[in-house]
């Protein structure tokens, strides 16, 4: 049922991994080159993520469709995701972190197993379903757990009905995406609530269908000053559409 595919790569410093994605998109089997592109959005990065993105482009545009979307500030996951959506032009989007946590062939695993179907436009990927399987360390598991725990605490809502917000390997039926991330105003890694609250509010069902997900080193994510601004950030949705 994917006829065209979009997939949204947002990075920030990210030169240490970018060689391992590369190996992993050129080995990537799905669709031909006129159905499928490769979003790279570099969200402000100050090492060699450019250089090293625009070389892969020019190495290999005459096989691959490749797309490179860079600015000069560093605006967070949310933004960055933004902007790629904004410029994929095929009929489905999915968005992939950096560190391919889970993989570019879970999409065909998910076609295989018929997970997809044609009434539904959106899915989540999800970490916390029985099917999944997830390797993680076990300071990673409980973090995640807490966070779920103060999600609802504080939201208080019957819309958030997923269980698991925060894993980044998302599919979009394109016009749906489009319409939500243009209403998207938190940047940072909360982004992925708002986007869930936009889609419940508007009567988009979301589907959550299991991953095989593995921690990854090298993550940016800062426990302690990063869970500040999400707990602030969360009150700010929370206030915002009145949870």
Not at 97 to 103: G, K, N
Not at 122 to 136: D, I, P, Q, T, W
Not at 171 to 184: D, G, T, V
Request: some cysteine.
């Amino acid at each position: 049922m994917i006829k065209t595919l979009s997939v949204i790569l947002p990075l920030y410093n990210e030169e240490k991994r970018l060689n391992n994605l590369f190996i992993k998109i050129n080995k990537f089997k799905f669709l031909n080159k006129n159905k499928l592109e490769f979003i790279f959005v570099d969200d402000g990065s100050n090492d060699n993520s450019y250089l090293l993105i625009k070389n892969f482009i020019n190495e290999n545009k005459k096989r691959i469709d490749l797309k490179l979307v860079s600015y000069k500030d560093n605006k967070g996951k949310g933004f960055a995701l933004k902007k790629g959506v904004t410029k994929a032009k095929h009929d489905w989007i999915i968005t992939v972190d950096i560190d391919l946590s889970v993989e570019l062939e879970q999409i065909k695993i998910w076609l295989k197993k018929k997970l997809i179907s044609q009434k539904l436009k959106v899915y989540f990927g999800s970490r916390l379903l029985a099917e999944s399987k997830v390797k993680a360390k076990k300071d990673r598991k409980f973090i995640g757990f807490i966070f779920n725990i103060i999600l609802r605490k504080i939201l208080n809502s019957n819309l958030l009905n997923i269980k698991d917000t925060q894993c980044g390997f998302k599919l979009y039926e394109k016009n749906i995406a489009k319409k939500i991330f243009k209403r998207l105003t938190e940047n940072g890694y909360i982004h992925d609530v708002e986007i869930l609250i936009l889609l419940q509010k508007s009567k988009i069902l979301v589907k959550e269908i299991p991953v095989k997900w593995k921690h990854k080193h090298g993550s940016k994510i800062n426990l302690i000053l990063d869970s500040i601004i999400m707990l602030k950030n969360l009150l700010t949705l929370k206030k915002k559409y009145n949870l």
